[in-house]
Each structure stands twice: as C-alpha cells, then as structure tokens.
C-alpha cells in the first residue's frame, strides 16, 4: 500500500541556518512525489515535484529536494532559512489510480530570529 | 494561483443536519477532490472525480456523498453531520492524464456542535 512518513513532526531551526525536512515513501511503481507548504489558515502551495529524470529538483522560494530510490526518501532542503519560512510542510506521493495523492502527516516547522 | 473557490469558508452546524461543501474551478481541469485536514492526520482524501458525473471514493469516504454535474462544480455533501467530521476541509483540481500536480482551494473550516 501507497504511504508517506514524515518523521519529524516539528522542527526549529534559526534564521538563516540550513534546513533539511524528511521524507519516506512507501510505493510499488515509480513514484510521482511533491512538497507542499502551508502557512496558517491558508491552502497548500505547491514547492516542487519529482516525476523522473534528475533525482535533484529545484522549487519556488529556494528549496531542493533530493530523489534517492534506494532509501525510498525525498527530502527537502534549504541552505539558508528565512522567517517566512515558518509553515507547515507536506510530502506526498502520487498514484496512477484516479491520479491520488497520499499525503504524510506534516512537519511544523519554527524559525527562531 | 489556480482559481479555486470553496463556499462556505466557515459554517457551524448542529449535529444531525445536513451540510454541503461547494468547490469551483475556472481551470476546465479534470479531477477534481476533496480532502479533510486533522492534526496528526495530514491531509486524507474523501472523495475525488475524474470527469462530469464520474466520482470514486478515497480513503475516508463514510458519511460523506459527492456530486460533479458539470466541470467547474464539485460537491461535497455531509447528509447528517457528526462531531467527528468537525475538520478543515480542502478542495483540489488537477489536470492533463496520469499524474499530475494538485492545486488547492483556501479551505472550509467546518465546526459540528
């Protein structure tokens, strides 16, 4: 079965520190894998996407992920963090089936000035 | 930002009654899903549609029912709302064929009392 964990449920980190945000998947085939980011009270905002090709993907507002098929993980990276940061941040994966998504529970991320 | 409106954005019902969620797109895009949000839950999929009229259900399907009568609308119906289905609930479209990103609507805060 189609899951994703995201290991950490929060995370502080200081401005301008590197970021790096977790994410394992389980899936059957080749998966389709996104970052979404939430700010409070607000709908998810797509960061970036992996469909195939390069297993390092760039995104909006500075982010990378990183593809490793052989640990079943995409995580998420930022060199240097900046306050407006401070969200909510998904990884999902993505099935053929009526193109579902399967969704981990989210890391809280805090920034600290 | 993709053009996605849900209405209501806030209700506060009693429990028992009846309740109907409404997503709009002006995209033209296929699928068409809905989701709710609960802490420690991330996001999980109640229903989703892939065409006029054509709709499946997803993973937490109980006690919700979902009509798609043309492109643009996307229903989703609590016949008799309970207090377990207090959550915030989140529409999304995608378009193209297979596996696409989703786009997200800003949510309907939804309180059963």
């Known amino acids: 079965a189609q899951s994703v964990t995201q290991p950490d449920i929060h995370i502080t980190v200081s401005e301008g520190a590197s970021l790096e945000l977790r994410c394992n998947y389980s899936?059957?085939?080749?998966?389709?894998l996104f970052w979404y980011v939430q700010s409070p009270g607000q709908g998810l905002q797509l960061l970036l996407k992996?469909?195939?090709?390069?297993?390092l993907v760039q995104g909006i507002k500075g982010f990378e992920a990183e593809f490793k098929r052989s640990q079943s993980s995409f995580n998420l990276r930022k060199p240097s963090v900046h306050w407006s940061d401070a969200a909510e941040y998904f990884c999902?994966?993505?099935?053929?089936?009526?193109?579902?998504?399967?969704f981990g529970t989210g890391t809280s991320l805090t920034v600290i000035p | 930002d993709a053009g996605i409106t849900q209405s209501p954005r806030h209700k506060v019902t009693e429990t028992g009654t009846p309740v109907t969620l409404r997503c709009h797109q002006t995209?033209?895009?296929?699928?068409m899903y809905w989701y709710r949000q609960d802490p420690g839950h991330g996001l999980r999929l109640i229903h989703y549609?892939?065409?006029?009229?054509?709709?499946d259900k997803g993973e937490v399907s109980d006690g919700y029912s979902v009509s798609r009568s043309k492109t643009e609308d996307f229903l989703l119906t609590l016949e008799s709302a309970t207090s377990s289905q207090t959550s915030v609930y989140f529409c999304?479209?995608?378009?193209?064929?297979?596996?696409?990103?989703?786009?997200f609507g800003p949510g309907t805060r939804l309180t059963v009392t």
């Open positions: 999304a479209i995608s378009g193209g064929t297979g596996v696409g990103e989703q786009y």
């Open positions: 899936y059957g085939a080749t998966p389709y």
């Open positions: 992996y469909f195939s090709g390069d297993t």
């Open positions: 999902a994966v993505g099935a053929n089936t009526g193109n579902q998504f399967y």
């Open positions: 995209e033209n895009h296929r699928y």
């Open positions: 549609s892939y065409g006029v009229k054509d709709t």
